[in-house]
């Protein structure tokens, strides 16, 4: 059973199927008339090659994938920030000299009242990259666009 807040001036409900039929109907129509424009905005404002592309494989190119740069864009434009909590205890193990045969980077996406909206995981093997101990960069890459 859902919990009601039955006062017009606030339309509060703990679950969207409680709330009047009207103001549901007229959420519905904002969200989908906001979700409409921001596709809208995507489309006129990422690049291809740039902010997404194909990625070349053995088997041919890849659908078209969401790069760094466009999800850094999508989420300025809706005030949503990036964040690497576990960064800093991959760094100290590496400054420690224990170098792993992964490198993973947890990311979590914030709004502007610190509440996480997703999170993802990225990892880069060592041994792909041969030894290369410079992956937090592409760790940190795969971590952002989990979420989208």
């Not at 999508?74 to 170098?99: D, N, R």
């Amino acid at each position: 059973m859902a919990i009601v807040i039955d006062d017009e001036s606030t339309n509060l409900a703990i679950n969207p199927l409680d709330t009047p039929t009207t103001v549901f109907k007229n959420d519905l129509a904002r969200r989908s008339e906001n979700r409409q424009l921001l596709l809208n905005w995507i489309r006129s404002s990422l690049k291809e090659g740039i902010d997404y592309g194909s990625i070349p494989t053995k088997r041919g190119p890849s659908k078209p994938s969401l790069f760094k740069p466009g999800a850094e864009k999508i989420c300025g434009m809706l005030g949503i920030t990036v964040h690497f909590p576990s960064l800093k205890e991959t760094e100290q193990a590496f400054l420690q000299g224990l170098i792993p045969e992964y490198v993973m980077v947890r990311c979590e996406l914030k709004n502007i009242h610190g509440q996480t909206l997703a999170d993802g995981v990225g990892a880069r093997s060592l041994k792909q990259d041969y030894g290369d101990i410079n992956k937090f960069k592409m760790a940190e890459k795969s971590a952002i666009l989990i979420p989208y």
